[in-house]
């Protein structure tokens, strides 16, 4: 079977108990397919509320909800289920967030919009299980096989409220990136490993007109699936481990004896058969426990030097069409923060945008905008300032969640409590307001600790996060402040964009600064997060460092906590001191 393929029939067939209910749903497609009604189309003054939810075949579910053209809530799957990802799931109970932070019932939502491409004829026939049984199918289109027959399965499955409208899951992602950057004229890249009957695209956008596409990226030309499969032959998990071998890929050399130069112009875009098949005869897969040796450094280290360079290629040829130095990115590869470092380095580039929550669960916030222009004719106005769109507890929550925990707690003043803890050195867990979409920490639901100390990127990493002590941590500095720090034209809100420490920091925040002395920064506006904004800013009253240490409140293996009770259980779980969640702070030993 096609290695660099994820979807495998176990893994299909573990929406179901019973084999034969998949096949009786595929044949329920064929008959029922064409009873759907049509969409109505909604007229008069009163408000629109538009679902977008991602399709079961995506791997990043999430669901969100756009209500008179203003997103008012947007949340991942994997928050709730606490299974990191909640790979192609339905997004049920990010749907129930969505609908409860709004005060809807399910009857008041108008459309639901799946950022997915609709089931039809080709894909049923494709899915005929009878031609994989008896082994007809030829290497190649078994993947058409696996992924039809999700579709389909997936489809069948997938609860939705009000009209039902599917949208192409690039052009998805390339709306999700394009609108809420709050540009008027951008180019639009979108790559990830597979989406329908392509893996990338280019485009263009201006508020007056639909996105145009000037190319699509075929399947085989996949820079996701080139990413996940060496991160697979360097021992880390698929769609999970691609920013271990981002993070690796620093302490190696490039070695293009090590893996060819098998990147076709004239965007150098992988051939990805021919790369399988070479790192098939020549290169021995590490297993999980093997030690990390010098060559597995180098073949990261020359995967993104390849990545790096297409990314650029591609910018270049948009801008030289376009005539326009604005870039907005999403999809899976989007979250490549050294490849961003990179572009956003470019004399070319003028402003650089990356939609925070570049993976899958983008797409649901793509097909809810696509779905709003349908109707109304028009693109919603919202810019994302902040990522903050999920759910948030008043005190009286938290206070009920630690009191069920039997946790001593004081109240406290959580900013001077936060920063105090942290210029003592000691890890801090920060729960503060509604938690953020996409997989980066912003300042909501975050581990902090002080950079100034070296000692603490192994701390945090072995005796907190419980990972390998090698990965980078990041730090959140004020915006005021970035370019004091960082060598960067663009502040990054996102934590999306790599950059080079200055060398006056680099020996004062060693614990932020990674092996090529780059970091992946924050920049905190007063006006996107006022609380972390005045933390930093305490914090550097304090010990005089602009920036704090800034990692996921998570353990290694988990998604992000979403709630109090989880940020309880994962504090005493951990190697976290103090928390501070709302106004409280809880403390494991006498201060």
């Known amino acids: 079977m096609h290695a660099t393929f994820c979807f495998t ?27 759907r009604h049509s969409i109505r189309f909604i007229i008069g003054n009163r408000t629109v509320h538009i679902l977008g939810v991602t399709h079961p075949i995506s791997r990043n579910p999430a669901a969100c909800l756009i209500s ?35 005060g809807l019932e399910p009857d008041d939502i108008d459309i639901t919009a799946i950022g997915f491409d609709k089931p039809n004829a080709q894909h049923a026939r494709a899915a005929d299980a009878r031609s994989y049984i008896d082994g007809t199918l030829a290497e190649a289109d078994r993947f058409d096989f696996f992924t039809s027959l999700a579709l389909i399965y997936g489809d069948t499955h997938l609860d939705t409220y009000g ?21 008027d004229r951008t180019n639009v890249i979108t790559l990830d490993g597979w989406g329908g009957h392509a893996s990338g695209s280019l485009g263009w956008y201006d508020r007056d007109s639909p996105i145009r596409v000037f190319a699509e990226i075929d399947t085989y030309k996949s820079w996701g699936m080139f990413y996940e499969l060496v991160t697979e032959y360097l021992g880390f998990r698929c769609h999970s481990g691609e920013g271990k071998t981002m993070g690796l890929a620093s302490y190696g050399s490039v070695n293009r004896d090590l893996l060819p130069d098998f990147c076709e112009p004239p965007f150098g875009l992988p051939d ?64 490549n923060c050294s490849g961003n470092g990179r572009l956003a380095q ?18 649901a916030l793509g097909a809810a905008i696509l779905a709003h222009r349908d109707v109304t004719g028009h693109w919603p106005e919202f810019t994302f300032h902040h990522a903050y769109w999920g759910p948030a507890f008043t005190p009286a929550q938290v206070r009920a969640a ?18 105090q803890a942290l210029a003592r050195d000691e890890v801090v ?19 902090l600790a002080n950079p100034g100390v070296a000692a603490n990127l192994h701390r945090v990493n072995a005796h907190v996060k419980r990972r390998e002590a090698w990965r980078p941590l990041a730090p959140s500095v004020r915006a005021e402040r970035f370019h004091d720090v960082f060598d960067a034209p663009h502040a990054s809100p996102f934590m999306l964009v790599a950059a080079q420490v200055k060398a006056a920091w680099k020996a004062r ?6 092996v090529d002395g780059s970091a992946r920064p924050q920049a905190v506006s007063a006006h996107a997060n006022a609380l972390y904004h005045r933390l930093i800013d305490r914090f550097e009253q304090l010990t005089g460092l602009p920036a704090v240490l800034n990692t996921s409140f998570n353990l290694d293996d988990e998604p992000l906590v979403n709630t109090p009770e989880h940020a309880i259980a994962t504090f005493y779980r951990s190697g976290i001191d103090t928390l501070v969640i709302g106004d409280f702070i809880v403390r494991k030993r006498a201060q």
């Open 272 to 335: 990805i058969r021919r790369y399988e098949a070479f790192l098939r005869e020549r290169i021995a897969r590490r297993r999980q426990n093997d030690a990390i040796e010098d060559w597995h450094r180098d073949l990261a280290a020359t995967l993104q030097s390849y990545y790096e360079s297409s990314i650029v290629d591609i910018a270049r040829f948009l801008c030289d069409k376009t005539h326009c130095g604005n870039f907005a990115l999403a999809g899976g590869v989007a979250l």
């Open 163 to 183: 009209e039902r409208r599917y949208y192409d899951h690039h052009l998805c992602h390339a709306t999700s990136a394009a609108i809420p950057s709050g540009m």
């Open 9 to 35: 029939l176990q893994k299909l067939l573990s929406y179901t108990d019973c084999r034969v209910r998949i096949l009786r749903r595929v044949r329920a497609f064929r008959l029922n397919d064409a009873k």
């Open 509 to 514: 925040l060693p614990a932020v600064v990674h």
């Open 346 to 363: 470019q004399g070319f580039v003028d402003t650089l945008f990356i939609q925070p929550a570049s993976h899958d669960g983008g797409t």
């Open 68 to 102: 008179d053209g203003q997103l008012v809530a947007f949340a991942e799957e994997e928050r709730f289920t606490r299974l990191k990802h909640a790979p192609h799931a339905h997004p049920t109970r990010a749907i129930a967030y969505c609908l409860e932070k709004a």
């Open 429 to 447: 867990g920060w729960f503060q307001g509604a938690s953020e979409v996409g997989p980066r920490a912003l300042g909501n639901r975050s581990i």
């Open 402 to 419: 630690l009191d069920f925990a039997k946790a001593p707690y004081d109240r406290c003043d959580s900013v001077e409590a936060a920063a």
